[in-house]
């Protein structure tokens, strides 16, 4: 039998065992981290009973991972990449463990309660110091696992596996709560960490890209990053749309009052919001894998991300359970085509010795749109309500994609395939 050939066979890029590991990774690290995410979350607001405190969780991650992210990058293009992720990985197991001593009863009797929330808020700016090396020496490694000729592929593969993480994370979350309490649930997620280690290991190390000019300083290698991604319209637009819609439009990070006041379903309703947008986004990257986004690209991101700003205007609106899951599961849905499209855009377009520090770039926008938007809704809904805020950042949504629909009728008529 003559096996199917690259441009035709769906499954290319997951026929080599480096990419396999690495989106295996993908998936496990998302999963877990999620699921740390959610029960801590939903123990901080039964705690506090404060939206403000959901919105500090995303805050204390965000601001060092922006800080450190573009030395990050900048690193990722003159060192191990592997070697990198190890470390990082090493440093959010030691977070996780912190976390879980953090509640366990002896600490619990002797610190106060604002002490223990400065402790865990202090870990999880270690953590977000971890992430800001990691993300953009895995961003960066991604191009050099598969041949070029797979770049939209693996980066259909890479989504659905983050994807499909992002739904098992939530949804196993609140189960896991519910069984086993958020103390036993913390050692899961370490244990599942610990595996994440070893499948990053298992990835061969490729060689540091020589760029033929002569090496920058840091200073000059940091505005090497910018100045190209300021100059190359396509990728600028394509990391903005993700940065002001979900900075403004996501609902993440305030789903535990959705869930506790507002829809009434508790932890186990809660795990199946946070678990609806990613089955949205899992079901259109499946119809993705045989049929990418990428002819008129723009258009489609642009109409999906208007998409996204409908979808969270009416989830905002909604009372009723299941409508309310309908509009999440829409929401994942378009942001999976925006996803695929500018990971697309970001592994065509820069060159290789400038992958870590473009990416890092895209990692501040990234980070910002969700960590610093997860802020931006605790704040939003103390100050004008939960429901008023969430239907003005879909409002904000519609408004950006229409300014940039306006700034960049030129990118329709570039092709990514």
């Known amino acids: 039998m003559i096996p199917p050939s690259p441009a035709t066979d769906t ?41 403000l405190a959901l919105g500090l969780v995303g805050l204390a991650e965000a601001v060092p991972f922006i800080i450190l992210s573009l030395f990050g990058g900048h690193l990722a293009d003159r060192r191990d990449k592997k070697r990198i992720l190890q470390w990082s990985l090493a440093v959010i197991i030691l977070g996780s463990i912190i976390l879980y001593l953090t509640f366990q009863p002896a600490v619990v009797a002797k610190l106060p309660q604002t002490v223990r929330l400065a402790t865990i808020y202090g870990v999880l700016m270690l953590i977000g110091t971890a992430k800001g090396f990691y993300s953009p020496a895995s961003s960066s490694l991604k191009p050099f696992l598969v041949p070029r000729e797979l770049y939209a592929n693996s980066a259909t593969w890479s989504s659905s596996f983050w994807q499909t993480g992002a739904i098992v994370g939530p949804g196993v979350a609140g189960f896991l709560y519910s069984g086993l309490g958020f103390d036993n649930t913390l050692l899961v997620v370490i244990g599942l960490l610990v595996l994440c280690f070893w499948l990053i290991s298992l990835v061969s190390r490729k060689p ?65 919001l946070r678990a609806a947008p990613s089955i949205g986004a899992v079901l259109t990257l499946a119809f993705m894998t045989r049929y990418p986004p990428i002819h008129n690209a723009w258009r489609n991101m642009l109409l999906a991300v208007a998409g996204f700003g409908i979808a969270t205007i009416i989830f905002a609106l909604s009372t009723n359970f299941y409508l309310s899951l309908l509009m999440l599961g829409l929401t994942g849905a378009f942001d999976s085509v925006s996803v695929i499209i500018r990971q697309t855009i970001m592994q065509i377009f820069p060159p290789d010795h400038l992958r870590g520090r473009v990416a890092a770039v895209n990692g501040i926008f990234v980070s910002t749109s969700n960590e610093i938007g997860a802020f931006e809704s605790g704040v939003a809904a103390r100050l004008f309500g939960t429901v008023p805020s969430v239907l003005l950042g879909g409002v904000v949504t519609l408004v950006v994609v229409s300014y940039i629909f306006v700034r960049s009728k030129a990118l329709f008529a570039v092709k990514l395939n």
């Open 208 to 272: 540091v890209p020589v760029n033929e000019a002569p090496q920058a300083g840091f200073r000059e290698s940091l505005k090497e990053g910018f100045r190209f991604v300021f100059d190359t319209p396509i990728v600028l637009y394509a990391i903005s749309l993700d940065l002001f819609s979900v900075l403004f439009g996501g609902v993440v990070a305030i789903l535990p009052v959705f869930a506790e006041d507002i829809l009434r379903v508790g932890a186990e309703g809660l795990g199946f």
């Open 11 to 51: 499954y290319a890029s997951l026929r080599i065992p480096d990419f396999r590991y690495f989106v295996m990774n993908s998936f496990l690290i998302t999963a877990t981290l999620l699921i740390q995410e959610v029960v801590l979350g939903y123990e901080l607001y039964k705690i506090t009973h404060d939206p």
